[in-house]
């Protein structure tokens, strides 16, 4: 109050002229504005607050004539200093009309008024002073009745001002401010800005000083309405704020739950360098603890950290009596060949394994790791994967894989393990980490591992386990050349890290590049590349064989090629199901091509003559059917029942492949919980298991493909086992295609 005073009376100090010179441009302004402590004119407020109903009514009239009975005219313009003032500046109240005066100071008013007030109404004077300033707290119960009175009063007669008020609102030279009650909201409704007209300014005050008095002691109703809403939707906000906090509290423990970060314990956050808080080098950080040495190290072997590892290691455990301790070195493998299994859809993503992470709408295009990723965006797409990472495989995996009789694992990884580049979406390094644990897990089971880059920069096959589906750019296309050099970059700080030690034993396969398609390469390219990424291993120190893809070439096609190149060793996937020429034959006829056709295949390619030499036999599955969910690729269908549409004429199936090739061919039986088997089927799928590792011990050896997956039995060794479709032990079979292979009467050739 004291501030809008202070404020709104300077203009009182200028003369006379100067004040009608602003008061003829601007209207009543001055004294819609002011603030006076006491009335305008001398006049005490405990007079004016008397005025009549009659009196409000005469001014009312008088307003609505003064404005809309004078047709508009020209009128004689007069120079400003020169012009008188109007009549309709004359106070009209028929209690009291005071005679002109000269204009005084807010001093003169004091002194003049204090002569003669009485010392009632100098107490009375002093209250309201002093109510002003505490908000009229002070004031008696009487006054305030007085002023409620008036105050309605007040509000029945503006009522009924004439609308053409609102004409006169338009005219920017009649318009009265009421000053600081405008700007807080509080004016007179029937005034426009909450000033008196023009005419009278002493009344206007007046009016405003009894509505300023009791919008204190009862606030407008809005703005009663102001504070409940703005309550309400605060409480609402926290409301909000507390659900949210408890769903993501909720959410954060569902996720941790079953991890383990109790090893944290003996460890301080302090231990953690700032540089490094947060980071993948921050074991606070990590999803799960379990058999990782959480002391904080940034120590790196070529480039990449050693983080997790402990000191110490030991090799003297073997995966089963069949087979050497790791220390001892396993000999020749042409003639004691692996039995392994592969670790496939964890470190490197692959839909059909793992369909549960690429459930979404198919407009959104995730079909792969990279879209994946992108849609997760970073922080989101870290904590999903390195969940996945630590909950798909966990030691449990590699100890029952060591009870099924098997003695090697391979473990498929992609380059973003070591390095991501440009744009790349994927989760940086995190799965480095897990890949070195897993090795620890082998180490402790007796499992010699097998080494696989899975997914090279630029894609070397397009397909969505390289981690983005679409175009070959590995050696191929205008980014080409560079793909190559960074995935020989990879391999020079992987082979400086795995040359240590402690890997001399345990990794006995060291994979350069997984099936590179070299129907859409050049042989001589990736020929090229393979010699120089051999030398370049060989000479960071991996002793480990070297291992490179047949790239489908046909394994004949490979003989005299890659020769003098020492532990260098011919990779070859063989499945029936992704050609259109074999998924059609029969059940008999498959098993009799597992014993027949793939070992003639392995006994030319393991002759130097006839093939390339050491040929080994890194996928392969039991599955007679592509009908797994997302196998041919997200959204692409499947030959069995002709609904595989590839883009491509050479390789799509738009009519059915099942053996009878007909409309009866199904998915249903193939994608069945095995408990619902028939004995026949199962037969027939035990029986087309062990003739393919009967066909692939003639070479290096096989590796399942995969161990486990979420809903294809027919590519899970943990769900066949436990089906009954696989042998009990690995090196323990019931067939040897040493007799006749049965045609299966009664199982149906179309499910």
């Known amino acids: ?146 002023r409620r009175r008036h105050r309605n009063a007040d509000i ?37 800005g909450g000033a008196a007209s023009k005419h009278s300014s002493y009344d206007s005050y007046d009016s ?87 002391t904080y190290t940034n120590e790196t072997v070529g480039d990449l950290p050693i983080m997790g590892l402990f000191d110490d290691w030991d090799d003297s455990k073997a995966a089963n009596d ?43 295009g995730i079909i792969d790791e990279w879209t994946l990723c992108k849609h997760l965006g970073p922080k989101t797409a870290a904590s999903t994967l390195e969940k996945h990472y630590a909950t798909f495989v966990t030691e449990q995996t590699f100890q029952e894989i060591q009870a099924a009789g098997l003695d090697h694992v391979r473990i498929p990884y992609s380059y ?30 007796g499992l010699r591992v097998n080494l696989d880059l899975h997914g090279l920069p630029g894609s070397q096959n397009g397909w969505n386990h390289s981690g983005r589906q679409g175009v070959v750019n590995w050696l191929n296309g205008t980014d080409g050349d560079l793909n190559s050099q960074r995935s ?34 050049s042989a001589d390219a990736v020929i090229s590349w393979t010699t120089e990424a051999y030398n370049l291993v060989r000479k960071n120190g991996i002793t480990a064989n070297v291992v490179f893809g047949d790239g489908f070439m046909g394994l004949p096609n490979w003989q005299g090629k890659l020769t003098g190149m020492d532990g260098l060793v011919l990779d070859v996937h063989q499945y029936v199901i992704f050609n259109n020429d074999q998924i059609v034959y029969t059940h008999q006829k498959k098993v009799q091509y597992a014993c027949d056709g793939w070992t003639q295949q392995t006994e030319q390619s393991m002759d130097t003559s006839t093939g390339f030499g050491p040929t080994m036999f890194a996928e392969w599955s039991q599955a007679d059917t592509d009908c797994a969910n997302y196998l041919t690729n997200v959204g692409w269908g499947n030959r069995w029942t002709g609904t595989y549409d590839s883009g491509n004429a050479s390789t799509q199936a738009l009519t059915p492949k099942c053996p009878t090739q007909d409309s009866s061919c199904s998915c249903d039986g193939a994608n069945a919980d095995p408990s619902t088997y028939s004995d026949a089927y199962k037969q027939f799928l035990k029986m087309f298991a062990e003739a393919q590792m009967v066909s692939f011990e003639k070479g290096w050896g096989w590796w399942y493909w995969t161990w486990d997956t979420e809903s294809a039995p027919q590519w899970s060794y943990k769900k066949g086992l436990a089906a009954g479709i696989l042998p009990a032990k690995a090196y323990d079979k019931d067939f040897n295609c040493d007799g006749d292979v049965p045609d299966f009467e009664g199982l149906s050739e179309t499910f």
Not at 241 to 248: D, K
Not at 266 to 278: C, E, F, R, Y
Not at 326 to 336: L, M, P, S, V
């Open 208 to 294: 405003i000083s009894k509505e300023k008095a009791g919008a204190e002691y009862k606030p407008p109703v809005w703005r009663k309405k102001k504070r409940w809403i703005i309550a309400g939707i605060a409480l609402v906000i926290l409301i909000i704020i507390i659900v949210v906090a408890v769903v993501v509290s909720k959410k954060n423990s569902s996720n941790d739950s079953g991890k383990d970060k109790s090893n944290l314990s003996s460890v301080s956050q302090n231990s953690i360098p700032p540089a490094a808080k947060g980071t993948y080098l921050d074991p606070f950080t990590w999803y799960d603890t379990t058999d990782f040495n959480v």
């Open 1 to 146: 109050m004291a501030h809008d005073d202070s404020e709104t009376d300077r203009p009182r100090h200028r003369d006379s002229e100067r004040h009608h010179k602003r008061h003829r441009k601007k209207g009543s302004r001055d004294h819609g504005s002011r603030r006076p402590t006491s009335t305008s004119g001398g006049m005490p407020r405990s007079s004016s607050q008397r005025l009549s109903m009659n009196a409000l009514a005469q001014l009312n009239e008088y307003n609505s004539r003064a404005r809309t009975e004078e047709p508009p005219r020209e009128r004689e313009r007069t120079p400003k200093r020169e012009r008188p003032r109007r009549e309709s500046y004359e106070v009209i109240d028929v209690e009291y009309d005071p005679p002109r005066r000269e204009r005084r100071t807010r001093d003169d008013y004091r002194h003049s008024e204090g002569e003669y007030d009485t010392p009632r109404r100098e107490r009375r004077r002093r209250e309201e002073s002093r109510g002003d300033e505490r908000g009229y707290e002070s004031r008696d119960r009487e006054e305030r009745r007085q």
């Open 156 to 192: 029945e007669n503006e009522e009924d001002i004439p609308r053409e008020r609102e004409r006169r609102h338009r005219k920017k030279d009649k318009r009265v401010v009421s000053g600081a009650i405008v700007e807080e909201g509080r004016a007179i409704p029937g005034l426009r």
């Open 488 to 521: 020989l970059d990879v391999h020079d700080r992987l082979s400086k890290f795995f040359a240590q030690d402690r890997y001399k034993n345990i990794i006995t396969f060291y994979g350069l590049a997984n099936e590179p398609r070299m129907v859409s390469l």
């Open 416 to 445: 973003w393990a070591v390095q991501t580049y440009d744009d790349d979406p994927y989760v940086f390094r995190t799965s480095w980490r897990y890949l070195l644990r897993a090795i620890e897990w082998a180490r402790k089971y």
């Open 322 to 364: 069949k087979v050497p301790a790791i220390e001892k070195g396993w000999g020749d493998y042409a003639k004691t060949p692996a039995r392994g299994v592969n670790l496939g859809g964890w470190l490197s993503l692959e839909p059909f394994i793992t369909p549960s992470l690429f459930n979404y709408d198919s407009k959104l």
